[in-house]
């Protein structure tokens, strides 16, 4: 056991990968939190999108691939915000055609580029073993800034998710805290373009809260569970990665797997968890056993 | 014990209101006063606009003609002594939340933004369960209780934000006797302390049980008045239109209620 999860770390680049992981792991189940409550996975999944173009543009111009990432994030996270507000489009819709748009801006530009795949993959999926000291304290400021607003905005953010009526009714601003939580789920895309990429931040925000649900059925154990799994998930899928790579001579990308691992956590956790009958009735029920001929 | 300016005291004024999401109105011609210690039910079909007027008197459907006044100022100056409590099952029942927590949430916004509710606050919150009988309820997860329960829960929380004037949205609806009787008592005790109720109900009996004043509504006012000379058959059918049916004597049918 020791050897799979503490001799990887001896070297330099994989304990700044290892703090990049841990980091993320906490930041991304902290938010997922709020995403999981507020059902709003695909939202979060829109804004990894959108965020692509911005990464691209960056790096074509020459500028700091996180700068131009913190860019489309707050762009795209305006746009969700007074999209999924309005009435003319429905949200799903609106959604649908920001995040393909966006995607589709960011692929066309960097097609342009001589070494396209490989640069595209590093978009989607990061190089976490590229992760340098720069890329660590961005990530360390971004993981404060959006832990402290969390943390600020607790009580806020619940009572918006549970009845937003009634918190508007009791004076509050629903669609402030709506370009909120849009603009922490792009923040935390934002400090996980280098490690994990683009397209699989998303399952660190949804699946470590999802789960964390299916144990607990309260926001704050909910939180800690989900925290404490994205962390331990990083590091496990990190350790195998790296020992499958090393030792048996297979690559496996380390982002894809720190999100197997996820998942498997997941249907661990749907299988024996009090949850699974709560899920069961929210997706109504399970299969019927016999199936009915039609009448005529 | 209330004096006798602050029981007459006027909580909320509708003056010739109209109010429109955008530019045609969906309710007109309201009028009337709520008192302090008084209570009006709010009668009318689907869609008649009782949910469009208890959103006017918060401050979330623009009035665009006449006026409303609540506790002597615009709707939203007004609005941290104003509660609204929902209908329960507009709320998600999976939502990992105590109804100890619910009931906390009245408390919000005195407690303010990124401060923690504190003693002062959680005992607010448990006496207010208290009050509608659930206070050995508190740490269950909302969803799990009953739709009544629910809807206790949901007006303990207006009870915590210690409000001066309760918006109450079909609180009536398919709940159970016990729940219905503890709700009842509850906001009669509110009254007693001062408070005004407002309450858009389907049901007739209770707004005779409970009501002081009655507002028959169809997209505009058919009256406004104590309910023993406001809820006669004749205003009744002219409400309901089509969908109120003549029994023998005085009794009236709501078909669609």
Known sequence: MTHLLIEPFEVAFMQRALLAVLILGVLAGAVGVFVVLRRLAFVGDALTHTVFPG??????????????????????ALLLTTLTSTRRVTPDAGLAILLTSFFAVGVVLVSRVQSYTADLSAFLFGRILAVDRAVLIQTLVVA???LTTLVALRKELLLRAFDPEGATAMGYRVDVLDLVLNVLVALVVVAAVKAVGTVLVIALIIVPAATARLLVDRVASMTAISCGLGALAGWLGLAISYDVSIQRGVRLASGATIVVVLVACFIFALAVGPGRRALARRFGGPPATSSTPGAG | MPTEDEARAEALVIRHAAAAYDRTPVLEGVDGVVHAGESVALIGPNGAGKSTLLKAVLGLVPVVHGSITVLGRPPLAARREVAYVPQADTLDTEFPVTAGQVALMGRYPRVGWVRRPGRADRQAAAAALGEVGLADHAGRRFGSLSGGQRQRVLLARAIAQQARLLLLDEPFNGIDASSEELLLAALRRLRAAGAAVVVSTHDLALAHLFCDEVCLLN??????????TTLTPDLLRATYGGHALQLRGDSVILTQP
Not at chain 1, 56 to 76: D, E, M, Y
Not at chain 2, 219 to 228: D, E, L, N, S, T
């Open chain 1, 55 to 76: 990464v691209v543009i960056a790096f074509l111009i020459g500028q700091s691939i996180f700068f131009g990432a913190l860019a489309a994030a707050l762009l795209s």
């Open chain 1, 144 to 146: 404060a800034i959006v």
């Open chain 2, 219 to 228: 997209r505009h006012q058919f009256a406004f008045g104590p309910v023993a």
